[in-house]
């Protein structure tokens, strides 16, 4: 026994114990503290800019009452009561995606759309979707998919080119359909075809085609409707068809089949109900709202330098997301194949092996170049080599994809690499060449991962300045972009350019409020990356 | 499904004749796979050194020996699973049914179609059990009586009753086991010739590996089963034949399992498999 309370009492006061224990505090607490600085700082910087922004102290307090009341607390209620039960809260997140998701989509569409032509990109959509599906469906019927495969990505570039080459004849042919017709073309036969083939897929064919039918029958009889008392449909159209539509058909399938989680697709329109509500009553009852300059005007009004209560930024958001749209179409498929390229095919020993290795460095080196220097290439390559005019679309989508490329290829090497290398193994035992094993194993896997990167990739390009200005972007236009080949502007430029104006209501209202613009642009386009890729992970 | 490779090897071009005298052949324990003077080289480091056996048709054989002795390299050799290390590199030849599988113009794709092999650590697809099961049939292009098919190799590889009304259910869902016998389903799904397992119980419980040695010796029925194993017990309970390799990749000894477990010609495999050493 006596050995026994010894060896108890070493354990207890071993030399040096609580030394080592205050030792391991401090180390935690140090880590505590530089964690807790990160946080703080950037909870000061952000709450600065919004409190510029929204000046909350404009408001009164019965505004902030009404709010409360018409948003926050319902708002709250509802999470709260739908957090407890797991079916309403997948309903509640499902009714959320689908509400915002198809508000972004169908807002994005109708602008670019709208400033670049909804002709032009009606024409262009026919030929780069039309072949490519009509080779799909050939290779379904006939099962000879041993050629239709590549041919898809085949037509799809032929199709493209084919309407480049036939622009100058078509453009007038389909300029002779009202603009609401064109944007029928661009969003209500794609949303037709799509929910067909999701409702075909759930239920039967048969309900395939009355869905498609219905959708394209119902946004006629909307266009007609409005045509009828004098509006022009072509926003309606759009709005009806991308939003209306997919909303109607997620909650409406929700509320059929899901019995137990039905409540929980009320839950966005609690939120939006709240908002529509509030403002109704800040006006009704005549009370002192927020006097900041975020509000509806920023978003749609153009450039105004010598008014700030007039300035807006709509151009500047179209042309950012031109600019980026077309920036994710040139850069991610090069980087994602080079990705692939390095980590499935890429020799790993030998001569091939040390390039290989040698490429790998550079491009993760490549990545850290300060964007200044991407700026300059751009410069080089597409104003002076390739005689592009200056700071138009092309320009500012390739030098900002040029400096991205090196991220998306790192990520997505990463996340191929990610892929354990027994499944590889499990599908090459099968007897699967190495295509059917990417196709098959690999990318399936891997999507998630790479579509985390292209986020970063993203929010890092709607942000860039400098390049920008290196190249000649012009810090202020006063309409959108028309086309691939039109000067543009992005936001972050005008943010830049209005920050050394004369007038305070600039430098304290204006840029502020525009940030915040900026920022939740940035947001909404890692929200809609984050969903997909969600979705991703599920189906696995 | 098959987009670039044609489904035949050299070695399955047979004449009705020649199908009918391999039949017969078979029956009398005829040898599938031979390897003569069979060297692996990683780089510099050589991992098989001048590996000759015969491995009858139908049987269960069992490779046994201490890590690094080169028995996983000796089955990966047999469908050319080594292929994908870049370092590499293989001397001597490597028959299946007499065909040399090294050969110029064997594809390594159709070869592995008629050769299944099991890993150590069960590595189903994160996709559905049915999915899994069928995989080997799509990259096969074979979509006729899918269902069917997935059943009975469900089905033979004793996991039908259990998994029956999951099909769609993910197969990382399953126990250890269980995923371990949707692989053997998988493999055999195609319906191969042989059947390569590496360590295939190593990973998982006792009740679990005596369900697979069960199905490993209902298995021999049909197919040529070729296991590593480092479980000394288990190679004497389910193999017919057991090939005993050393340290530095050489095969020591090799015979009928009774006679290399009871009466082996050599010091060092009687100390081996006396526990004396590995």
Redesign the interface.
């Known amino acids: 026994m006596a050995t026994e309370s010894e060896d108890v009492d070493q354990l207890r006061r071993a030399t040096g114990t609580q030394l080592r224990r205050l030792k391991g505090q401090l180390f935690e607490a140090t880590l505590l503290g530089a964690t807790l600085t990160g946080i703080v700082s950037l909870l000061v910087l952000f709450g600065q800019i919004g409190f510029d922004a929204f000046r909350p102290l404009t408001a009164s307090a019965q505004w902030y009452l009404l709010y409360f009341g018409t948003l926050v607390t319902p708002t709250a209620a509802f999470t709260w009561y739908a957090r407890r039960n797991p079916a309403v809260r997948t309903a509640n997140a499902k009714a959320f995606a689908v509400v915002f998701g198809a508000l972004t989509v169908s807002l994005l569409t109708y602008v670019v759309a709208d400033s670049v032509s909804p002709y032009d990109v009606l024409i262009f959509l026919l030929f780069g979707t039309i072949p490519p599906l009509l080779v799909g469906i050939y290779g379904r019927v006939t099962e000879e998919r041993t050629y239709t495969g590549p041919a898809i990505p085949v037509a799809t570039v032929v199709g493209l080119a084919v309407a480049a080459l036939l622009y100058d004849v078509l453009r007038p042919l389909v300029g002779i359909a009202a603009q609401w017709i064109a944007y029928v073309g661009i969003v209500t036969l794609p949303v037709a075809g799509l929910l067909g083939v999701v409702v075909t897929r759930r239920w039967s064919p048969r309900r395939g085609v009355i869905a498609a039918t219905g959708v394209l029958l119902s946004t006629l009889l909307v266009a007609g409707g409005l045509l009828g008392i004098g509006i022009d449909p072509s926003f309606w159209v759009v709005l009806f068809s991308a939003f209306v539509v997919p909303v109607g058909y997620v909650v409406g399938s929700t509320v059929l089949t899901e019995s137990d989680g039905r409540t929980g697709v009320l839950g966005p329109f609690v939120l939006v109900g709240g908002v529509l509500v509030g403002a109704t009553l800040e006006r009704q009852l005549g009370i002192q709202g927020l006097e900041s300059f975020l509000r509806p005007t920023l978003l749609l009004n153009s450039w105004d330098g010598l008014n700030a209560s007039n300035a807006g930024v709509y151009p500047q958001i179209v042309g950012s997301v031109v600019v980026v749209g077309f920036m994710m179409i040139l850069a991610f498929p090069v980087g994602i194949s080079a990705a692939v390229y390095l980590e499935e095919y890429a020799p790993k020993s030998g001569w091939g092996g040390r390039l290989a290795t040698l490429l790998e460095v550079n491009i993760s080196n490549l990545a850290g170049v300060p964007s200044v220097v991407y700026g300059l290439l751009g410069l080089a390559l597409f104003r002076n080599t390739l005689g592009f005019g200056t700071g138009i679309v092309v320009s500012a989508s390739g030098t900002l994809g040029l400096l991205i490329l090196p991220i998306v290829v790192v990520s997505a090497q990463e996340a191929i690499r990610a892929v354990p290398d027994s499944l590889r193994e499990a599908s090459y035992g099968m007897g699967a060449s190495r295509w059917q094993t990417l196709r098959n194993v690999v990318f399936p896997e891997s999507v998630p991962g790479i579509l985390t990167g292209t986020i970063l990739a993203l929010a890092r390009a709607i942000g860039e300045t400098a390049p920008l200005v290196i190249i000649a972007v012009a810090t202020t236009t006063y309409t959108p972009p028309r086309g691939l080949f039109e000067s543009a502007t992005a936001l972050p430029l005008q943010i830049f350019a209005a920050r050394s104006s004369a007038m305070p209501e600039f430098r304290h209202g204006v840029v502020p409020a525009a940030a915040v613009v900026l920022l939740v642009l940035m947001l909404v386009m890692n929200a809609t990356a984050v969903v997909v890729r969600s979705r991703y992970e599920r189906d696995d | 499904?098959?987009?670039?490779?044609s489904p035949t090897i050299a070695t399955t071009v047979q004449t009705s004749d020649e199908a009918e005298t391999a039949r017969t052949v078979r029956t009398t324990g005829r040898s599938v796979i031979e390897s003569r003077d069979l060297s692996v080289y990683y780089?510099d480091e050589q991992a098989l050194q001048s590996v000759s056996l015969q491995i009858p048709d139908k049987q269960v054989t069992a490779i046994i020996g201490p890590s690094g002795c080169g028995k996983s390299t000796f089955l990966r050799c047999i469908?050319r699973?080594n292929d994908?290390v870049?370092?590499a590199t293989i001397d001597g030849e490597l028959l299946l049914d007499g065909t040399n599988v090294y050969g110029d113009d064997i594809d390594p794709?159709?070869?592995?179609?008629?050769i299944?092999?099991v890993?150590q650590?069960p590595?189903?697809?994160?996709?559905s059990i049915y999915d899994n099961v069928a995989?080997?049939l799509r990259?096969?292009g074979i979509t006729d009586n899918l269902d069917e098919r997935v059943e009975k190799a469900l089905k033979r590889a004793a996991l039908w009753d259990e998994v029956s009304d999951q099909l769609d259910k993910?197969a990382l869902d399953l126990s250890g086991g269980q995923q371990q016998r949707l692989?053997i389903a998988?493999?055999i799904a195609?319906d191969p010739d042989v059947l390569l397992m590496d360590e295939p119980a190593s990973a998982l419980d006792p009740i679990a590996t005596s369900k697979i040695e069960d199905l490993i010796e209902e298995l021999a029925e049909e197919y040529t089963v070729i296991i590593v194993t480092h479980n000394m017990q288990q190679a004497a309970r389910i193999s017919d034949k057991t090939a005993v390799f050393l340290t530095g990749g050489k095969l020591v000894e090799y015979g009928d399992t009774d006679q290399v477990f009871e009466n082996p010609k050599h010091q060092r495999v009687e100390d081996y498999i006396t526990g004396k050493f590995g």
């Open positions: 499904m098959s987009e670039h490779e780089g469908n699973m994908l870049d370092a794709v159709a070869l592995r179609r008629r299944g092999m890993f650590h590595n189903p697809f994160p996709k995989y080997g990259i096969q993910s692989c998988r493999a195609v």
